[in-house]
């Protein structure tokens, strides 16, 4: 039986260690990039594709993600006095959406935290985002792959090039190309550079199928002694065809320090609040940086 993709999960339980020590109390999913926390950005995409139902993933330390998608009853009763009108539409842009959250107990890896949605997702299809992986908002990833999901009635996975110095930080993935996908012959996941079969790597984008929760029930930990989604993967392909999608957009890890301030940079030059005044101080800053002249208005003297 077909199903279209309506569900997604965002696993958002991880201990965020590359972000310490922002995210020792506080959820690397809610650090924002310019004025929107990650995971906003990553659910107004699902709900671009037509998703419905959103199934968040949590642990300790993780409430903040509940609290900003509630209401704000005092919040919105000051805005309203203040008639702040498009503040208040900002914060309750997404009321409508039903949220499920799940608690992972402990952080034995992406596959298990997959596993923990199972009872919400029984028989269909599903999307999964890691909203650590920031896409530029311009840029219609996961519709494009559900596309492809329609079209294949198969699992399809982002896939990106990564640098050879990077691929042993990545589910790796062999294939041969066919048009705009790529017919995965394996996976392989954080190998060291000379074993690695190619340099494309799995990025934090899947549609995925359910028959993943009977292999994930069974999966070994894998590397880092986590429950490896890339290992569970690897079992599925022994029974049905996987497809990668490699993205043709930009790409941030900001679960990485340098990453997430590539894509601060790069979104807060896209935002209309914000972009002519933060150009003309990156302007100010690369003049510093190559030896130019820095532009400065001087101040009249006295008298
Ligand atoms: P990461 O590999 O980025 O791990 O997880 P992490 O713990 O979040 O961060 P670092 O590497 O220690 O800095 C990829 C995604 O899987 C989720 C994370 O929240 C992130 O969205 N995850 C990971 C879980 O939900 N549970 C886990 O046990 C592990």
Redesign the pocket.
């Known amino acids: 039986m077909e199903y279209k993709v309506k569900k997604v999960i965002?696993?958002?339980?991880?201990?965020?260690?590359?972000?310490l020590p922002a995210?020792k109390a506080s959820p690397?999913?809610m650090l924002p990039i310019v004025d929107k926390p990650m995971i906003q950005y990553a659910i107004e995409e699902a709900i671009e594709c037509g998703i419905e139902e959103f199934i968040i993933?949590t642990?300790k330390h993780k409430r903040a993600i509940e609290d900003h998608f509630d209401s704000a009853y005092e919040l919105e009763e000051k805005l309203k006095f203040d008639g702040k009108k498009k503040l208040l539409e900002e914060i309750n842009k997404l009321s409508h959406i039903k949220f499920a959250y799940i608690r992972?107990r402990?952080?034995?890896?992406?596959g298990?935290?997959i596993l923990c949605a199972k009872p919400f997702v029984k028989d269909e299809p599903f999307a999964v985002i890691?909203?650590?992986d920031v896409i530029d908002p311009d840029y219609h990833l996961l519709k494009e792959m559900v596309g492809v999901y329609e079209e294949v009635d198969c699992p399809v996975i982002a896939l990106e090039e990564v640098s050879e110095s990077e691929v042993s930080r990545y589910g790796i993935i062999d294939g041969v190309r066919e048009g705009d996908v790529v017919r995965i012959s394996s996976l392989v996941e954080k190998p060291r550079r000379e074993a690695a079969p190619s340099n494309l790597a799995i990025i934090?984008r899947y549609i995925l199928t359910p028959d993943i929760f009977r292999i994930l029930e069974k999966q070994k930990p894998g590397a880092g002694g986590?429950?490896q989604l890339t290992d569970a993967l690897k079992e599925l392909l022994k029974k049905r065809t996987i497809y990668g999608y490699p993205i043709k957009g930009k790409r941030y890890d900001a679960?990485?320090k340098v990453g997430f301030l590539r894509a601060t940079v790069d979104l807060a030059l896209k935002n209309p609040e914000v972009a002519e005044p933060f150009k003309a101080y990156i302007l100010d800053v690369a003049a510093g940086l190559t030896g130019g002249k820095k532009e400065t208005k001087s101040l009249k003297a006295r008298g």
Do not use: C, M, N
């Open positions: 965002l696993p958002a339980a991880g201990l965020g260690t590359r972000f995210t690397k999913e993933i642990g992972q402990v952080a034995l890896g992406l298990h935290a890691l909203s650590d934090g986590e429950i679960g990485d």
